[in-house]
């Protein structure tokens, strides 16, 4: 019985290191350190687009970062945080994931708000992080951007890339550019907490059927 008990706890503790909110997780682009160098307007025609790239098949992002400030004038309507495929040329191609928010989970002075988003990036390659407004009335929302465009300052992943802006929803998009990059942090789990993740099951499926035989 002793021995039993110790088993359930060891896996229970096992099970839950690898719970969504303990896993470790790893940076696949991050400048969110840089220094401020203005920030881009965004509303329902101006979608703001900065490339990422995937390091493996069937990435799943977990999490994404956004020094993002709104007008304090908007009365109605939501933003939209999209990844886009690469259309060949450093643009936005395909939809991939996207989600919808209200405008009034951005408040009126910048801060970093973070999205937890739990999708799975299917392939590797270049991908866009779009960010736009849908049906907002009254004013515009605000990414922050950087003239810090290379990967040697600390905690800079994933830099350079391109950044590309279209203003006519999405239709059409200006030339790329590697010289004022939007500020973001993407993070995925890192691959020791998937297999954190078989041995937990595999231990509590291992005492659970000894318990069985002893009963």
């Not at 988003?117 to 009254?138: E, Q, R």
Request: include cysteine; charge should be negative.
């Amino acid at each position: 019985m002793m021995k039993w008990m110790i088993r359930s706890i060891l896996s229970i503790v096992a099970v839950s290191l690898v719970s969504p909110a303990a896993c470790a997780l790893e940076v696949l682009a991050d400048n969110l350190a840089a220094s401020t160098f203005g920030f881009q307007v965004s509303n329902n025609d101006t979608w703001l687009a900065q490339e990422f790239v995937t390091v493996s098949d069937n990435t799943e992002i977990t999490q994404i970062t956004l020094p993002l400030i709104r007008a304090d004038t908007i009365t109605a309507g939501n933003y939209v945080l999209a990844i886009y495929g690469n259309s060949g040329s450093n643009t936005p191609g395909s939809l991939v994931q996207s989600l919808t928010r209200t405008y009034d989970t951005i408040g009126t002075t910048v801060s970093d708000l973070n999205f937890d988003v739990n999708w799975t990036i299917p392939t590797t390659g270049s991908y866009f992080l779009v960010l736009h407004g849908s049906g907002l009335v009254g004013g515009n929302i605000f990414w922050k951007y950087t003239n810090q465009n290379g990967s040697s300052a600390p905690f800079f992943v994933g830099f350079p890339s391109n950044y590309t802006v279209s203003v006519d929803t999405g239709a059409t998009w200006g030339t790329p550019t590697l010289e004022t990059p939007q500020v973001m942090r993407i993070v995925v789990p890192e691959p020791s907490s998937y297999v954190l993740a078989v041995m937990g099951a595999i231990t509590l499926g291992l005492t659970y059927r000894r318990r069985l035989r002893t009963v």
